[in-house]
Structure formats: structure tokens, C-alpha cells
């Protein structure tokens, strides 16, 4: 419209806070999520094992309400530390696999398709960016790690009372922290590998090498050298350790929990600066 008419009028309405305008990213990137039905299955699928879990802790607490209370005196099994530390294990692994479909898609077509500089010359900083793209995993993992996990705990603490609550307050911290180690970790590698691998098959592929051929490489390392550092370079192995931490649990640990802290900071450092490395407003080829 020509200024000339005295026509134009600038923006009037509300803006955005600040604090949330990375969420603008998530908000229009998890529109593409669930196009895929297999994608879609297999997340619903990943609320049957924390359906059984739930059912089980019922009747777990209620053996006589089944009939079979004249088979034991106690409960069929404990609610504790150990069954929580198996219910992350298998939780995880599902949130591995829908990582493996979701992460290598949210920022290597960006860079494919030369949009950064797009996004960048908004009010949008490279940090809000990463934590846009970030929150499109942290979301959804969240979904399928720490929140039916409280809800399996919730649970059994309506059936066991405060006094079972409050003396294992420590395993509803070690869910939430424990599956937030995880998802952090697993989310940074994801973004780290879409944003130096374009093509995103074989970024999806490199993400189950990173994880599996690290853990080979790592007893390799072990077994030829004597000692148990090469575990620094395998990331399922250390969160597998400060989730012993967490969980209270009596198993042999293949390395000091400090140690295992170093190595899962030093990797999301590491993760963090090759990410921070491509997300750039201009990029220069020569």
C-alpha cells in the first residue's frame, strides 16, 4: 500500500515475552512430528509398558481382591529403587528410538535449505534457537520417560500411604533427574549430528553408531589398556551409572559416579560447541 495515503499503520497487538519466543519453534515444528503413522504407533506404543507397570502395582497392593492371597503372605515384588532403575532402562530405550526418527530432521533441513539467516535476523539468538529445536525432544521424551514414571509412582504411593512416600521421596528425584540426564544427553548428540549430517538417514544411522559402536569401542579400549576409562567414551554405560547413583542401587559400578559425571558434562560440552559451530547467520564456503 503506498505510505502516501496515510494508510499504514504499525503493529498495535501484544508481543511475545522473551523468555518464551524459542517455544515458536516448537510450536510450529511439532506439527510435522506425528504425519507418520509409524511414528505415531510406535509412541502410543511406548505408554503400554508404563500401562502394565500400573496395573501390576495394583495388584501388587491388592492380591487378595484376585484371589491369590493364600499363595504368599507378601507381595509378589518390591516397589523400590531396582524396579524404578528397570522401568527407566526400558523407557529409555524407546526414547532412543523415537530420538533416532525425530532428532536428525529439526535442524539439518534448515541448513539444507539456507533458512538460519531467516531465523536469525529476527529477534531470535542462536541460544533460543538451540533451545527451540531442543525442547521439540525434551517435550515429547518427557512424554514417554518421567512422566509415566511419576505416574507408576503416584500410584503406589496412594496404595502404600505417606509413610512409604515420604521415606522414598529420593525415587521420584532420581525419576525426574535420572530420565532428564537422558534426555539432555540424547537430545544434544541428536541436534549435534542433524546439524553436521545434512542427509538424514545417514544422520539417524550415525546416532545408533555413536551409541552402540561406542560401548564396543569402549571394552575394547578396556580390555586392551587394563583399566575402566574407556568407559568415558561410552554415554549409555555412564548414565547406566549415575542412575545406580540415583537408584540406590547395590550392583557393582564399573567406574566412580564422579568420574561418570565428568564424562557426561565433557560430552555435552563437546555436543554443545559442534552445534554452536554450524548454527551460524551466514555461513562462508570456500
Known sequence: MAVYKRTYRGYSGGYTPDWSRFLVLFRYSRRNLFKSKFLTAFFVLCFFFPLLCILGVYANDHLSAFGFSGLRDGPFFKINGNFFLIFLSAQSSLAFILTAFIGPGLVSPDLANGALTLYLCRPLSRIEYVLGKLSVLAIVLSWVTWIPGLAVFVVEASLAGWTWTLNNLWIATGIVLGSWIWILSIS??????????????????????????????AQAVNHTLQTTQGYLIDVSK????????????????????????FGLLAFAAICLYLLMKKIRANEVVR
Not at 188 to 215: D, E, H, N, Q, T
Not at 242 to 249: A, E, I
Open 188 to 217: 544434544l548428540l541428536a541436534l549435534a549430528l542433524s546439524a553436521w549430517v545434512k542427509w538424514r538417514i545417514a544422520a539417524g544411522a550415525l546416532l545408533l553408531a555413536v551409541l552402540f559402536l561406542g560401548a564396543g569401542f
Open 238 to 261: 555412564l548414565i547406566n551409572i549415575v542412575w545406580q547413583d540415583l537408584f540406590h542401587d547395590s550392583g557393582d559400578r564399573a567406574m566412580p559416579v564422579g568420574e561418570a559425571w
